[in-house]
Each structure stands twice: as C-alpha cells, then as structure tokens.
C-alpha cells in the first residue's frame, strides 16, 4: 500500500503557478500516480495522471522525479474557481483506491 | 471522459428504514466500482470494492451485511444501507473504472443522504 502525504491546507493569490507536492515514498514499479480535484458536495474529478517525468494536459501539469518517491501537481495562473481539495492517489490495477487527507488549496483575490 | 452517474443525489429516510443508491457508468463498461462515504471536511473513506459478477470486497469496519453492495451489470452497481440511523447520514460517493493498469477512476457527483 502506497500511503501518500500532502500538505493539508495552501493559500494563493488569482493568477499565481501553485504548486502542490505529495510524498509517496512506497510507490511500487507497476503504480500510477494520479490527482483529483474535488469541491464540496460533490464527487472528485480527474485532474491529471503520470507514471514518470512530465505529463502536461490543458489544466495542469505533473512532475514525477526519477526515483517517483514523489510528485508534483503544478497549476497555472489559477483562479479563485480553483479553490477546491486536490488529493493524489498511487494508484495500481485499480486495487487500491484509498484517498490520502488531500490538500486544501484556497485561491484567494 | 467517462460519464458516471449516481442516483437519487439526495434522499431523506426515517430511522430504520433501508435506502438504495445506484452508481451508472453511462459511456463504458466498469468491471470495477468503489464506494466511498465522506463525512463534511474529510477525505473520502473507501467502503467497499465490487468487480461485476462478484461478490464485494469490504475494508475493514465496514458491516457487509448493513451496506449491501450488487454489482450486477458492467455498468451498474447499487449500494442499499440497510436500517439506516442517523450516524450513517453522509455523502456516498462512486467510482467506475474499466480493470487496466492504470486505469482512471470516474467518480459520480454523490448521494447525500439524511437520516432522520
């Protein structure tokens, strides 16, 4: 079981690159590493998944060191909608589902 | 992406009486769905695993026989709280997700559920 560790709670001013890092020291070779965005009442969403090095998509990007003991969610210029829970999840085969704290990031103006 | 329905997305139930929820994939086929429960300010607390045609995997602490789980088709499973007290008042959330390494997880937008 990869437990996961992210700081419980960020501030940030609109249109700032924030930057939130989680720890998964026990990550396995066949793990996955992916990142959800939830606001409240209602279910997670999918942010962004990587297995190593980069991973870019048109929200948000993900850094994953070559060891992958760790990773990186990394917003741009965000805005006071992307004030939200964002937890990271190490994920392999869809066995092991189980949610960290996650962060709570406010955006503020 | 995939489209994960859940439903009713609220419900209000008197002490003792059972309550079923119903989590859809609407666009693929999940061979794997989980649900969770979410108390207000806390993380999601994984309750159960359920693969189509088989019998749930429950987490430790989780009484089967009170959240009965069915997994019946690859694109519905349905959670029942069975004799529902007013401690199991929470957010039930689903997830659905096709069995490939890696795979993403499609969560619903949740049922909130009062017990009175």
């Known amino acids: 079981l990869a437990k996961t560790t992210q700081p419980v709670s960020m501030d940030s001013y609109e249109g700032q690159e924030v930057n939130i890092t989680c720890s998964h020291n026990?990550?396995?070779?066949?793990?996955?590493i992916t990142w959800y965005q939830q606001f409240p009442s209602q279910g997670p969403r999918f942010i962004i998944q990587?297995?190593?090095t980069k991973v870019t998509n048109e929200v948000a990007s993900l850094f994953i060191p070559a060891d992958r003991k760790s990773s990186t969610l990394s917003l741009p210029r965000v805005s006071l909608s992307d004030t939200a829970v964002y937890y990271c999840l190490v994920v392999v085969s869809n066995n092991d589902m189980r949610f960290g704290a996650g962060t709570r990031l406010t955006v503020k103006p | 992406g995939a489209v994960v329905s859940q439903h009713p997305s609220r419900v209000i139930c008197k002490s003792g009486t059972s309550v079923k929820i119903e989590c859809r994939s609407l666009?693929?086929?999940?061979?794997?769905m989980f649900w969770y429960r979410q108390f207000p300010k806390q993380s999601l607390m994984l309750m159960a695993t359920?693969?189509?045609?088989?019998?749930?995997?429950?987490e430790q602490g989780v009484e089967k026989d009170k959240f009965l789980i069915n997994h019946a088709s690859l694109t519905l499973s349905t959670l029942t709280v069975t004799s529902a007290h007013p401690e199991d008042s929470s957010f039930y959330i689903c997830s659905a997700s096709q069995l490939r390494v890696g795979e993403t997880q499609y969560f619903g937008p949740g049922t909130r559920l009062l017990v009175l």
């Open positions: 666009d693929f086929q999940a061979t794997t």
């Open positions: 990587g297995y190593k």
């Open positions: 026990n990550i396995a070779t066949n793990d996955y």
């Open positions: 359920s693969n189509e045609g088989s019998k749930a995997t429950y």
